[in-house]
């Protein structure tokens, strides 16, 4: 019992002695721990910094810190600890040591492939290249024993996110696609890719297009759909006709609270494909007039015969353009006695007769309007109205 006492009382004298100049002030611990980030996604890199200027020893080389047992430096989540990690100093006299520490997720299938896409691993010594493993949801930590027994530390939050889908940039020939998600960073030190759907009102089924990260470590994916009025959707080209919307789709299988490990989510975006040409000049609207049902020109109507309210529609755009052809018929007291359309598609070039037939019931002076549009519901005109006067007797 004596032989005990004695020993640490021995010991206690020593070490105070050996590390007199080396540890710092017992009294003042000093060595605040800052994060680059407050929250990380689960697969982010982690840089540390520990401001201990008193750890500053040799002011003309670069110390270390945490590589020692005794005044250890770790690194840990809930289940994974790297112990004893190095920081090294920035440089002789800085006072101030850096590290980098790699978080590798769980096990998990983030394309909903059945295959799981992460690699969670914890080894490594620091400063860099440090691999850690971490829980859904946990956090980070590092301790740092500053002296004997006073051990300082700071956390950071690890967490998913929800992505962000944009489409940008769009013209009649392309379109970008940006998704903002960093959960997608697997590995902050290359370039990763993520697949979305891209579909258009003209084509439903679509392309799947792969999109790539901006940096090795942005979190921020883009890619360019091409956009084709004339052939099939394949590959990076997608057929979408001018005035249609173009729809992209992500499935985010890594979201924030509430939502589990198990949960995914489709994040949409839409934009209208918009044309250098205006609306107005895709169609032609010529040769306008009455014919009778031997096809014959009529100049006047008589009441209780059938007119057809003729038009020659022609497209002088380099793609196929639904449309609908209108007529409304006026009365002198400017109420409409007819209201009727037909439905047509042109190909490029292509010429095409649209007829509303109409038996006048009264005598008297009508006011014909014709329009054109893309369809009853879009209401985007394609020529330009065409109004004339007719008699009927
Ligand atoms: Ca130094
Ligand atoms: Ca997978
Ligand atoms: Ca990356
Ligand atoms: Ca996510």
Known sequence: MLKIVFVVLLLIPISQVAFAEDIPDYEKPYAPIFFNKSVYSWTEKVEVTIVAPSWNTGKYLIDSIGGDPEYSVDVYTNNHRLSEYKLYETDPSS??????????GFLHDIDGDGIDDTNPRTLGSGPNGGYLQNDEDSGITVSFEFADGVILSESAK????????????????AAKIKLFDMDMNLNPESV????????????????????????????????????????????NRLYALPDSEIIAKYSDRTLPRPYNTSDDLDVFAKEVVITKI???????????????????????????????????????????QDFTYIVQIKDENSDVVLLSWVTGQTIPSQELGMSVSWIPEKSGKYLVERFVWNSIKGAIPLTDTVTYEILVK
Do not use: C, H
Request: charged fraction near 25%.
């Open 158 to 173: 690890i967490s998913w996110n929800l992505g962000d889908l944009q489409i940008t940039e769009v013209t009649e020939d």
């Open 278 to 320: 205006p609306s107005t000049e895709r169609l032609i609207m010529e040769e306008v007039g009455i014919v009778g049902q031997t096809g014959d020109s009529i100049e006047d109507l008589v009441v209780g015969q059938t007119g057809m309210i003729f038009s020659k529609i022609k497209n002088r755009v380099d793609f196929s």
């Open 95 to 104: 006072g101030i040591f850096t590290g980098e520490i790699i978080l590798t």
């Open 192 to 235: 990763d890719t993520v697949y979305v759907d891209v579909f258009s009102d003209d084509d439903g089924a679509g392309i799947d297009l792969q999109i790539t990260e901006t940096t090795e470590n942005s979190g921020i994916f883009e890619g360019l759909v091409y956009l084709t009025k004339n052939d099939q959707s394949s590959g």
